[in-house]
């Protein structure tokens, strides 16, 4: 993961390896504002999520991928 606190975004990046037992894997982010809301969204459509900070921080995000390997990025946003 990576975020920047000056622009207030940042990306992450999940990877289901083909040896993986399971498609589906929660991240908890770091680095948020725990009382700003974010939009989550990735490439391919798999991910739209709007949340707090806090949330996002403490119970992650859930993501789950069609098939293995398979890696997703997170695009992480304030939400407008």
């Given at each position: 993961?990576?975020?920047?606190?000056?622009?207030?975004?940042?990306?992450?990046?999940?990877?289901?390896?083909?040896?993986?037992?399971?498609?589906?894997?929660?991240?908890?982010?770091?680095?948020?504002?725990?009382?700003?809301?974010?939009?989550?969204?990735?490439?391919?459509?798999?991910?739209?999520?709007t949340?707090?900070?806090?949330?996002?921080?403490?119970?992650?995000?859930?993501?789950?991928?069609?098939?293995?390997?398979?890696a997703?990025?997170?695009?992480?946003?304030?939400?407008?």
């Amino acid at each position: 993961m990576f975020f920047d606190p000056e622009l207030d975004e940042g990306f992450a990046s999940i990877a289901c390896q083909e040896t993986s037992s399971k498609l589906t894997n929660t991240i908890c982010l770091k680095g948020l504002d725990p009382e700003k809301q974010y939009h989550i969204t990735d490439f391919d459509g798999l991910v739209d999520v709007t949340a707090k900070g806090a949330d996002l921080m403490e119970h992650g995000i859930t993501v789950t991928v069609p098939e293995q390997p398979y890696a997703v990025i997170l695009l992480i946003k304030p939400d407008q």
